[in-house]
């Protein structure tokens, strides 16, 4: 059974802060890795994806991956309220012919003003 | 731009009616999924399908079946609808290894 665990949360962080969010997943031959962003009533958008070890910079987005700990994070930079949403893991992950996208049930981020 | 477009975005239909969510993209993308979201569960795969006339069961298909005619349009039918098909429907596409790509969902209530 592929597994996608995140803290559910509510994390709760300042304005201008750095907000951290942890994902780890249970499939060693996991090979890429996304971070969705979910506002309440919405659906969920794709803001980052990670196929390799070490950082990836978008913006105020730095996405982080451990294969050797089966670990991938999502921080935020200067974090604003707009950025107050559900944040969801995404684990994609070969099986037979096909691959299987696995989610985490999410993060929940409040930024406070 | 990918665009997953659905149906409807609010949708209410009575217990036992046979209901239909259509969901299309324009990317050419092999694969279309449906999945179902409630409070707490997180998104569920109902099912998916990775070619034309190609459907499998996902996590939870009971009381769900599909349809792919063509390769940008993956529908999703409720046979019989019952309160507990009450929820919020997203669809998303992708193509094999890349990321998927939501549509606006369909919030469904079975009354």
């Known amino acids: 059974q592929k597994e996608v665990e995140q803290n559910s949360g509510p994390l709760s962080v300042p304005e201008g802060a750095i907000a951290s969010l942890n994902c780890t997943y249970s499939?060693?031959?996991?090979?890429?890795f996304f971070w969705y962003r979910q506002y309440s009533g919405k659906s969920p958008e794709l803001i980052m994806s990670?196929?390799?070890?070490g950082d990836k910079e978008d913006g105020r987005f730095t996405a982080q991956l451990n294969k050797a700990s089966q670990y991938v994070s999502l921080l935020i930079r200067d974090s604003q309220p707009s950025d107050s949403a559900t944040y969801l893991c995404?684990?994609?992950?070969?099986?037979?012919?096909?691959?299987?996208?696995?989610f985490g049930k999410g993060t929940l981020l409040t930024v406070n003003p | 731009d990918v665009k997953v477009t659905q149906s409807s975005r609010y949708l209410v239909k009575r217990t036992g009616e046979k209901v239909f969510l259509e969901c299309v993209q324009d990317?050419?993308?092999?694969?279309m999924f449906w999945y179902r979201q409630d409070p707490g569960l997180g998104l569920r795969l109902i099912y998916f399908?990775?070619?034309?006339?190609?459907?499998e069961k996902g996590d939870i298909p009971e009381g769900y079946s599909v349809s792919r005619e063509k390769k940008e349009r993956f529908s999703l039918i409720l046979e019989s609808a019952s309160t507990n098909q009450t929820s919020m429907y997203l669809c998303?596409?992708?193509?094999?290894?890349?990321?998927?790509?939501f549509g606006d969902g369909t919030r469904l209530s079975i009354l």
């Open positions: 990317m050419d993308h092999e694969n």
């Open positions: 499939d060693r031959g996991s090979q890429s």
């Open positions: 399908s990775y070619d034309v006339k190609m459907k």
């Open positions: 998303a596409s992708s193509r094999l290894t890349e990321p998927q790509h």
């Open positions: 995404a684990v994609n992950t070969p099986g037979g012919s096909n691959y299987k996208l696995t």
């Open positions: 990670i196929y390799s070890n």
